[in-house]
């Protein structure tokens, strides 16, 4: 379900958006996943009157946004921070030590290990199923950057390096 809550735009965020919407112009169901990918990169996530600007732009039903939106753990119908750090909290980063990384994370920025939103509204942690790099185990995206295998030493510098 789609958070009661609407997005606050700058101007400019505004602008940018309203380009995209005329540039998927009539774009149909092959359209929705690289719009709401473009939307989210300007605005973080995607509210309400948005979702339904989509479906209309788009000429698909509303309900087939929500689905995406809903479906999609890469989607959020929510706000989030400015920059969403995903923990890979499957077999494999267990294996090689992500409890560490995930507390040192929490620690550092006030939310719980299971997740949140710190005070701040700059971060958002997050814990996912398998992120597909395994091999850099234990692994993590900083918003789209893949990063591993990460230590929890490095975890303060990781973060104020984000502007
Ligand atoms: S188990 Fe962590 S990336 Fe696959």
């Given at each position: 379900?789609t958070?009661?809550?609407?997005l606050?735009?700058?101007?400019?965020q505004?602008q940018?958006l309203q380009t995209?919407?005329r540039?998927?112009q009539?774009?149909?169901?092959?359209?929705?996943?690289?719009?709401?990918?473009d939307?989210?990169?300007?605005?973080?996530?995607?509210d309400?009157?948005?979702?339904?600007?989509v479906?209309h732009t788009?000429?698909?039903?509303?309900?087939?946004?929500h689905?995406?939106?809903?479906?999609?753990?890469?989607?959020?119908?929510?706000p989030?921070g400015?920059?969403v750090?995903?923990?890979?909290?499957?077999?494999?980063?267990?294996?090689?030590?992500?409890?560490?990384?995930i507390r040192?994370l929490?620690d550092?920025?006030?939310?719980?290990?299971?997740?949140?939103?710190?005070?701040?509204?700059?971060?958002?942690?997050?814990?996912?199923?398998?992120?597909?790099?395994?091999?850099?185990?234990p692994?993590?995206?900083?918003?789209?950057?893949p990063m591993?295998?990460v230590?929890?030493?490095?975890?303060?510098?990781?973060?104020?390096?984000v502007?």
């Amino acid at each position: 379900m789609t958070s009661p809550q609407t997005l606050a735009l700058t101007p400019h965020q505004e602008q940018a958006l309203q380009t995209l919407l005329r540039r998927y112009q009539g774009g149909g169901q092959s359209a929705l996943l690289p719009l709401l990918h473009d939307i989210q990169a300007i605005t973080g996530w995607v509210d309400e009157p948005t979702a339904r600007a989509v479906a209309h732009t788009l000429g698909i039903p509303e309900i087939e946004v929500h689905n995406v939106l809903e479906f999609y753990t890469l989607f959020y119908n929510r706000p989030v921070g400015k920059h969403v750090i995903r923990v890979c909290n499957d077999l494999a980063c267990m294996l090689a030590g992500h409890e560490a990384i995930i507390r040192a994370l929490a620690d550092h920025l006030g939310v719980p290990e299971q997740g949140g939103t710190s005070a701040d509204g700059r971060f958002t942690l997050e814990l996912h199923p398998c992120l597909g790099h395994c091999e850099l185990a234990p692994f993590l995206m900083l918003d789209e950057e893949p990063m591993g295998p990460v230590s929890p030493d490095q975890i303060p510098d990781l973060l104020g390096g984000v502007s």
